[in-house]
């Protein structure tokens, strides 16, 4: 089947990595892997489009670029991802009625509240006049589930539970060992991960709790270094931060392309993020997949990612001291922190493994569209 695929907040093509765009990559690779022809029909970024004053002569342009694309690949389908009010689809209502196929959304967002303000009202009528337009909504978060619900047929909403692929992210101790030497980590020191993009807002946020959690298990002459993956923005003001509160304890390992960072997983006895805002967070399914327990906070959707008890702790916002006393916990009991990584692997791999969910993925789409012909 030709599937036409439109990214409204972040086209492939957008130089920041993010959860969205592996989300996004993740369809295409699998879809294509079962004998779909995936393309990205158009690269227009939506977000906040109508706040500008060209907005809305560049999307009516990408609007008919969009269409001029699909009269020359012919698609069957069109697929959209990641809808909401900031980044609404645009594209695929219109261009799915004009084409006759049927369309559908993975990740779509609502919530009543982002009509009441003029900056996201546009937004907001745009993203329920494609929810509504949707032949399928697929949803990854169960937060979002009764906010799509409240604006679509419930027949159309259909829950596929986020994931990764584990093959990408399997534990290698030589690799780890290498990050080691690397980064001047002696070998048997006990090893903490965080990683994010440096960013202000709630990623900064995070980090900043994370470098006060562990600065209490450093005051506590707790034996232990800190890992850090990523960059971004804000380098500066989170290196200065780190280096304030945790010293020589702490060691930046810069922006690793994803492909590598099992690497750095394996190189790691805890992956400690509180995960403040995280809607759900790639980065705790990839520790897990390489046998890391996770200690976060038990916020937003990080619960859907991670069985606290089980391949993590999730703790209550305190300030920090539940986190350390987490950490803690993982980094002197190595029993406990092997039961949890080996249930981490399994938990991965049997409810949170992408090649069955996008197989299945796959079926619904196909049956979508035989019910939209014997309709038409």
């Not at 594209?91 to 982002?114: D, E, K, N």
């Not at 006049?129 to 978060?141: C, E, P, Q």
């Not at 709790?209 to 890992?227: A, P, Q, T, V």
């Not at 039961?339 to 949170?352: C, K, L």
Request: proline share 6%.
């Amino acid at each position: 089947m030709k599937i036409a695929f439109y990214c409204p907040n972040k086209p492939l093509s957008h130089p920041h990595p993010s959860g969205d765009l592996v989300i996004a990559q993740g369809i295409l690779k699998s879809l294509a892997s079962q004998g779909h022809t995936c393309r990205e029909i158009v690269g227009f970024r939506s977000r906040w489009f109508w706040n500008r004053p060209t907005g809305w002569w560049r999307a009516i342009r990408a609007v008919f670029s969009a269409y001029k694309a699909c009269r020359g690949f012919r698609p069957e389908f069109w697929l959209t991802y990641h809808s909401y009010y900031k980044a609404p689809d645009v594209m695929g209502p219109w261009c799915s009625r004009i084409l006759h196929i049927p369309y559908a959304i993975f990740q779509p967002m609502y919530g009543t509240r982002r009509r009441k303000t003029a900056r996201t009202k546009w937004g907001f009528v745009l993203n329920r006049r494609a929810i509504r337009s949707a032949h399928a909504l697929f949803v990854n978060n169960l937060e979002d589930l009764e906010g799509v619900r409240r604006v679509a047929d419930p027949f159309t909403v259909i829950y596929m539970p986020p994931g990764i692929f584990p093959e990408e992210f399997q534990r290698d101790e030589a690799l780890g060992m290498e990050v080691r030497h690397r980064l001047g980590i002696p070998s048997e020191m006990p090893l903490v991960m965080t990683a994010c993009r440096f960013r202000p807002g709630v990623k900064f946020q995070s980090l900043a709790y994370c470098f006060e959690s562990l600065g209490i298990l450093k005051d506590n002459h707790e034996r232990f270094m800190l890992m850090v993956v990523g960059d971004g923005p804000a380098h500066r003001e989170v290196q200065n931060l780190a280096e304030g509160r945790l010293g020589e304890r702490c060691v930046f390992a810069g922006a690793v392309p994803r492909q590598e960072m099992f690497h750095y997983y394996s190189a790691a006895h805890v992956f400690a993020f509180p995960g403040i805002g995280e809607s759900l967070g790639m980065v705790y399914l990839e520790a897990q997949a390489c046998g890391v327990p996770v200690v976060a906070l038990r916020t937003a959707g990080v619960p859907q990612v991670v069985r606290n008890g089980e391949t993590g702790f999730l703790v209550e916002d305190d300030g920090g001291r539940a986190m350390a006393m987490a950490v803690k916990r993982l980094l002197q009991d190595s029993a406990l922190r092997n039961r949890m990584g080996a249930q981490g692997v399994e938990y991965v791999n049997r409810e949170r493994n992408l090649n069955q969910n996008y197989r299945d993925l796959s079926r619904k789409l196909e049956a979508i569209r035989l019910r939209f012909l014997q309709n038409a």
